[in-house]
């Protein structure tokens, strides 16, 4: 049993109504508009000293189901959503020690756009801001920005991976040191330590140097996906860390070694970034009332299988609403969108129909099972870390309540913190220098 700390961040799916038809959030679909929830939950999860917090995004309304916009509308299923880097400006000023972590698409963004508006929120946080870059997936969200479509899956890594050079040039088109704000000699700036960039790939050009100055972390934080072999590739050879979702301890293991041996590949230190695994922790007074609750949230999932099938529908492009729910995913459906997605329903099915399978898929249980007394399920979480050997967890829960924050932070991490497994006070002031504490 390890008693070495890990690192906690949460998944937030959008700054939107993302608990609509959840318990115990108030009048959640009139007040989602302003951002008190999000600034509170900002407050609460860096009491709790976590490490991050991961803004979810995705541009367009979905209408992958039945080839129509109404059940995404009508049960909010990421819609409506706010542009995800207002509410993390905001969340850093209630804020001083915890990471923000927008999400920008690369498709939706020019790369200079992109590395300004993420430098200056490193600036405005103090260097506590991270991207979760994403190439996006959706042929919806490209028509929204002029394109016909998405580009094919592995090519948009390859686009990423250029982009990604361009803006970490662009952060480096300020050396350390750059501003030196002499008041004796009137002189802000060391011009010899600002740099024209002139990238000009095959993807995309920019020039630079970066008006908004320099980022206090030079390069800020890169949080990442992928799961498929180029998405993982593409981590590896950029991530700070790396928020995945695979079940089972056996399958958590092989993606983090996988993982390190790409960042080996690259010629980068495995230790230096972080790799945060999905769950949902259901807790309860006593494990009679944490099973009554995971059953009854079952049994939620089960109610509302076309909602979720048209949630998986978006990310993988798939219209569920037209084929049989009642018969087995046919072999030849694909997906030019969230390829682990599908691959792991099609194991999670094992010739299921579409909707038995989904009864199940995802509809508690996520990486881990954690049921349990706050401090059950901290051994739980305790065991599976030690199995896989690092290094922490990212929580994805069906929706944010103050309810569901307060048992984190007064419930689950004070019986982290009692066993060892969680910091009780940040090591650093800046994001990237929390993330490699331990
Ligand atoms: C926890 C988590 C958060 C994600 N957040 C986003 C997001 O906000 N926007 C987005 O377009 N994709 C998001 N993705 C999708 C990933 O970027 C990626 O497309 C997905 O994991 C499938 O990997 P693949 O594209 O390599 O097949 C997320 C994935 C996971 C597991």
């Known amino acids: 049993m390890s008693t070495r700390p890990f690192h906690l961040a949460w998944f937030l799916q959008g700054s939107s109504v993302q608990a609509w038809g959840e318990p115990w959030t108030?009048?959640?679909?009139t007040?989602?508009?302003?951002p008190q929830l999000f600034l509170d939950m900002a407050r609460a999860l860096e009491r709790a000293c976590f490490d991050y917090i991961l803004l979810e995004d995705s541009s367009y309304v979905g209408e992958s189901f039945g080839g129509s916009t109404k059940i995404y509308l009508?049960?909010?299923?990421?819609?409506?959503?706010?542009d995800p880097s207002v509410v993390a400006a905001l969340m850093t000023q209630v804020t001083s020690r915890i990471g923000i972590v927008p999400t920008f698409g690369t498709y939706a963004y020019h790369p200079y756009l992109l590395a300004r508006l993420v430098a200056t929120l490193d600036q405005v946080s103090d260097g506590r801001i991270g991207w979760n870059a994403v190439t996006g997936s959706s042929d919806i969200a490209a028509m929204n920005f002029g394109m016909e479509g998405m580009p094919e899956h592995d090519l948009r890594y390859d686009m990423a991976d250029e982009y990604m050079a361009a803006c970490?040039?662009?952060?480096?088109?300020?050396q350390p040191g750059a501003i030196i704000a002499d008041r004796q000699r009137g002189v802000l700036?060391?011009?010899a330590k600002v740099h024209a960039v002139n990238h000009e790939g095959k993807f995309f050009k920019t020039r630079g140097p970066l008006n908004s100055g320099p980022a206090p972390q030079g390069q800020p934080v890169i949080a990442q996906a992928g799961g498929s072999p180029r998405g993982r590739r593409f981590a590896a050879a950029h991530a700070d860390t790396i928020v995945v979702h695979v079940k089972g301890i056996e399958a958590m293991k092989a993606y983090r070694d996988d993982v390190h041996r790409h960042m080996a590949a690259e010629g980068r230190d495995p230790s230096r970034c972080k790799v945060l695994f999905l769950i949902n922790p259901i807790l309860g007074e006593t494990m009679e009332d944490a099973?009554?609750?995971?059953?009854?949230?079952?049994?939620?999932?089960?109610?509302r299988i076309d909602e979720r099938l048209a949630h998986f529908g978006?990310?993988?492009?798939?219209?569920?609403?037209?084929?049989d729910l009642d018969r087995p995913l046919p072999d030849d459906v694909t997906t030019n969108g969230h390829q682990k997605n599908l691959e792991e329903f099609r194991k999670v099915a094992a010739g299921r129909s579409i909707r038995e399978t989904m009864a199940s898929f995802?509809?508690?249980?996520l990486s881990v099972e954690l049921c349990g007394t706050p401090d059950a399920v901290a051994a739980q979480m305790g065991e599976a870390m030690a199995e896989v050997g690092g290094d922490g967890f990212l929580f994805s829960m069906p929706n944010v309540s103050r309810r569901i924050l307060a048992e984190i932070e007064d419930g689950l991490v004070p019986a982290l913190q009692d066993r060892g497994l969680m910091r009780k006070a940040y090591e650093h002031k800046r994001f990237r220098d929390n993330l490699l504490a331990f």
Not at 291 to 303: D, I, L, P, S, T
Not at 362 to 365: E, K, L, R, Y
């Open 26 to 29: 108030g009048h959640i679909g």
């Open 31 to 34: 007040s989602w508009m302003q």
């Open 168 to 174: 970490r040039g662009l952060w480096g088109s300020w």
């Open 291 to 303: 099973k009554e609750r995971k059953a009854r949230r079952a049994a939620r999932a089960r109610e």
């Open 314 to 323: 978006k990310i993988t492009n798939i219209d569920f609403g037209k084929l």
């Open 74 to 82: 009508e049960n909010a299923i990421a819609v409506p959503r706010q």
């Open 362 to 365: 995802n509809a508690v249980d």
């Open 189 to 191: 700036v060391d011009a």
